[in-house]
């Protein structure tokens, strides 16, 4: 299993339609791309100065449903439309290797 996180920092001009449609838009995703195991996107909650806007979680069953995911092109215009009204992405993509000596 392959675990995607993304987390936006959106602009501070971004409305607040287009953050709405951002998040619309991610999630419409799962319906989409069948490689998606699971799926997660929301709005932070906290507002914590060291907080992110949105952030997700996905799953896929191994790299190359990653990879698919991640060249589909509806997947490449949400992604295209989140850097767009965002200062800042971050990611991160592990293998769960609570089983191993890692």
């Known amino acids: 299993m392959l675990t995607h996180i993304v987390i936006w920092k959106y602009k501070a001009e971004a409305s607040v339609e287009e953050r709405r449609e951002h998040i619309a838009l ?10 998606i ?7 932070d909650v906290l507002r914590l100065s060291r907080s992110y806007d949105t952030g997700l ?32 992405v971050a990611s991160v993509d592990f293998e769960d290797k609570s089983n191993s000596d890692e």
Do not use: C, M, N
Request: charged share 20%; hydrophobic share 45%; net charge neutral.
């Open 26 to 35: 991610l999630r419409a995703l799962t319906k989409i791309i069948p490689a």
């Open 37 to 43: 195991q699971s799926f997660a996107v929301g709005s």
């Open 57 to 88: 979680v996905a799953t896929f069953r191994d790299r190359a449903g990653l990879e698919a995911y991640t060249v589909h092109p509806d997947h490449v215009a949400v992604a295209d439309f989140g850097r767009g009204i965002s200062e800042h």
